[in-house]
């Protein structure tokens, strides 16, 4: 690459991806863990880890790290599994 403001955005771009991976990747272990928790019907756990995973859904959302639709999607199928785990006690 010759220009300097090239080797630039490229050393950008790999920053950025090794951080949204970063985020990806704690979005989607938080999810998991609920998942875990309502298998388990482990409900104290599964709420507090659902308002954690919701929060880190929707900052994820707002920096444009995953689409704004994509969030919501998987908060309500979340919230939806959180919500059949409390009625089916």
Known sequence: ?????????????LARRVQNNAVRNRVRTLTANVLRDIAAKNADAAKAGFKEAQSAWQRAAQRGIVTANAASRKISRLSARLASLATSK
């Open 1 to 13: 690459m010759r220009h300097a403001s090239g080797k630039k955005a490229l050393r950008q771009s």
